[in-house]
């Protein structure tokens, strides 16, 4: 008999229990998907009939979500292309909490409708109190569009051109400022941009001046730009775009810029992400004079941009809560990192592994140029596809597999990982 006859039916192998309790958590959908695929490999002979229900069973994904989660090995600590910031166990519960029916535009107390994200916004103004208020939107870029659309549409950002920045992905800064109606007016040269510069642009149709950290690059050389506190006395609003999301000064990073530093140099309005340095969920963050923040609050635009329930959660989580992972890998002990190399390699040894010092970056649009002393493991470059097909992602360099250490958990077994993925 044709062994493809001997394929068990779809309603058959549905009623396995394993399946069958997969599909209350899962959803039918997924679970037949599964098992149409462990069918498929009975007819084409790479499983025996009787095996398409384990088959099915092993295919099933651990959420209802195509995410999958990644080990990054990369030794960039934000890797955007791997989701930037990983969320602290104490923002996961936050989001786990807050998944169902809360509070987050109601007053318990009063039973009348609440401030939005009260309790985050405070947090935020209390982790950089010389903002006198804050907002958040849904990433860095929405917060330039809600500045620009409120203080200069129809009118001038007067913009460095040594600042005129490419963001990711082919969007760039230029076109996204243009978009809201706002006109730029390019002042300086690519290298050097001076405050008399910006002086001789500024007059009556200017709508603010935009200063922007060049978060993704460097230039290096016979350079000058004017500082914040330099344009403070033009007359105009002055908005900072400090990009990676410090809300205070970082010793590890003395070049990046921070919100209070920034703020207290007589900037009106600071925007950033949240999903950068800060370490918390992507959001885009507002800070500064009470009167700007709440123009922006009650445009009609901020509705379109405003963030759910689950981010307003995770943020008030980072910044309320214990170190969170991107604060640790930035900070972490090189002689630890070391060590863990150390014992790593000596785990895997029979896969010719070697620890090996390394250099890590942050990344994510964040500290260009600055390299942070790492530790890896350095694995035959042939297993970079399937470690990372299973989710282990580290970097090629001369033809060996590098995984760095800094991003990756202290508590994770990384052995064991490695060893499942290649089947060793």
Do not use: W
Not at 37 to 44: D, F, I, L, M, N
């Amino acid at each position: 008999m044709d062994s493809r006859r001997r394929v068990p039916r779809t309603d058959a192998v549905l009623a396995d229990p394993r399946l069958a309790a997969a599909a209350a958590r899962l959803g039918r959908g997924i679970v037949k998907a599964a098992v149409a695929g462990a069918q498929e490999r009975a007819r084409a002979g790479e499983i025996a009939a009787e095996d398409v229900p384990d088959a099915a069973v092993a295919a099933l994904p651990a959420t209802a979500a195509s995410l999958r989660p990644v080990v990054n090995a990369t030794g960039v600590l934000l890797h955007t292309n791997l989701g930037r910031a990983p969320l602290s166990a104490a923002a996961r519960a936050a989001v786990e909490q807050a998944a169902g029916c809360t509070d987050v535009e109601f007053d318990l107390v009063t039973g009348h409708r609440g401030r939005r994200g009260r309790g985050t916004l405070a947090a935020l103004t209390a982790a950089c109190p010389a903002a006198e208020a804050a907002h958040v939107v849904n990433n860095n870029a929405a917060a330039l569009v809600l500045a620009a659309t409120v203080l200069a549409q129809g009118r001038e950002i007067v913009i460095s051109r040594g600042e005129m920045v490419e963001i990711g992905d082919g969007f760039r800064l230029p076109a996204l400022l243009a978009s809201t109606g706002a006109r730029l007016r390019e002042v300086g040269t690519t290298n050097r941009t001076s405050a008399a510069d910006y002086a001789e642009a500024v007059g009556p149709d200017t709508g603010f001046v935009l200063k922007v950290h060049p978060s993704n690059f460097r230039i290096e050389g016979f350079t000058a730009q004017a500082a914040v506190r330099d344009l403070t006395g033009l007359g105009v609003p002055v908005v900072a775009d400090i990009g990676s999301g410090l809300l205070a000064p970082e010793p590890a990073l003395p070049d990046e810029p921070d919100a209070a530093t920034v703020l207290t140099e007589g900037a009106d309005l600071v925007t950033a992400s949240g999903d950068k340095l800060l370490g918390g969920p992507q959001a885009g963050l507002l800070l500064g004079r009470a009167e700007l923040v709440e123009r922006l609050r009650r445009h009609p635009l901020a509705r379109a941009l405003r963030v759910g329930k689950l981010t307003l959660a995770a943020l008030e989580a980072s910044l309320r809560g214990p170190e969170t992972p991107t604060a640790h890998a930035l900070h972490a002990d090189v002689a630890g990192l070391r060590e863990r190399a150390a014992l790593l390699a000596k785990e895997l040894r029979d896969l010719d592994a070697l620890a090996v010092d390394s250099v890590a970056r942050v990344g994510g649009g964040g500290a260009p140029g600055v390299e942070l002393p790492s530790a890896a493991v350095s694995l035959p470059g042939h297993r970079a596809e399937p470690l990372r097909r299973a989710g282990i992602v580290g970097r090629v360099e001369s033809g060996r597999l590098l995984l760095d250490l800094r991003a990756v958990p202290a508590g994770l077994d990384l052995a064991a990982r490695v060893r499942d993925a290649l089947g060793a």
